[in-house]
Nanobody, 125 residues
Framework: QVQLVESGGGSVQAGDSLRLSCVAS????????MGWFRQAPGKEREFVAS????????YYADSVKGRFTISRDNVKNTVYLQMNSLKPEDTAVYYC??????????????????WGQGTQVTVSS
């Protein structure tokens, strides 16, 4: 059983930056691809970014491409989401998730077996 704990959320102004972290425990971190998703009030959860087990293949939703960067440190069992040039529409609860490394279609929530509790990001204009 893998446990995921996110941190780093907060309230910022448009144009600011935040870095989210997600620490994994209870499993071999490098056995998992990792993803970030978000859910805004009244909306469905949506894909933000994913990264393969080795960190060599990041993938982004079009809405965040060029502004967000996903990375991972397999020694620290941590995945990061660096968020720059934040916009009010980025306001949401952000979740990290873990999928066994063989699974594909990481932009869907279906491959992911484990989810964190979420961290709130609020961007004001």
């Amino acid at each position: 059983q893998v446990q995921l704990v996110e941190s780093g959320g907060g309230s910022v102004q448009a144009g600011d930056s935040l870095r989210l972290s997600c620490v994994a425990s209870g499993g071999t971190f490098s056995n998992y691809a990792m993803g970030w998703f978000r859910q805004a009030p009244g909306k469905e959860r949506e894909f933000v970014a994913s990264i393969n087990w080795s960190g060599t293949s990041p993938y982004y939703a079009d809405s965040v491409k060029g502004r967000f960067t996903i990375s991972r440190d397999n020694v620290k069992n941590t995945v990061y989401l660096q968020m720059n040039s934040l916009k009010p529409e980025d306001t949401a609860v952000y979740y990290c998730a873990a999928a066994p490394w063989r699974r594909t279609n990481l932009s869907s929530d279906k491959p992911y077996d484990y989810w964190g509790q979420g961290t709130q990001v609020t961007v004001s204009s």
